[in-house]
């Protein structure tokens, strides 16, 4: 009997027409939004790539493949990116964010998922440090 070979899935997060602005106006809390717009300017300005929202809720500035170390996949992806979530920000900034520790202990109140960093308002964070991180996830390193 033959081998059935499966598609890979299709991954679910991508570049949409949606419009950035009215992204940011469904952020219910007024801090929140002030600091959605704030990362936005941030990110902008660091990658010189215009906010595109990907999926529903990621706002996304430019875009690169990433191959996945496990599978091998290839994917489309944004190079830097951040979603307001209720409990916190998470920022998309690097693969591997744990290899950005020396920045990571200079940078305040966060925690760190495997690819991700969550900070619950810029005030607990040094916006120098902040900006150093994404600059350096847009370099690779």
């Not at 959605?36 to 660091?46: C, G, H, Q, R």
């Not at 599978?71 to 979530?85: A, C, L, N, Q, Y």
């Amino acid at each position: 009997m033959a081998e059935k070979k499966s598609k890979p899935a299709e991954i679910k997060t991508k570049p949409t027409e949606v419009s950035v602005d009215d992204f940011v106006s469904t952020v219910a809390d007024e801090q929140k939004r002030a600091d959605t717009v704030a990362i936005i300017e941030m990110m902008t300005k660091a990658s010189g790539e215009p906010a595109v929202m990907w999926g529903s809720s990621i706002v996304g500035f430019g875009n690169r493949k990433y191959k996945s170390p496990n599978t091998g996949r290839e994917v489309d992806w944004m190079k830097i990116g951040f979603s307001p979530r209720k409990a916190n920000f998470a920022l998309y900034l690097s693969a591997n964010i744990h290899e950005d520790a020396d920045r990571l202990k200079k940078l305040g109140k966060h925690k760190t998922g495997k690819g991700c960093l969550y900070i619950n308002k810029l005030a607990d964070v040094d916006l120098k440090v902040l900006k150093s991180m994404i600059a350096a996830a847009l370099k690779g390193k």
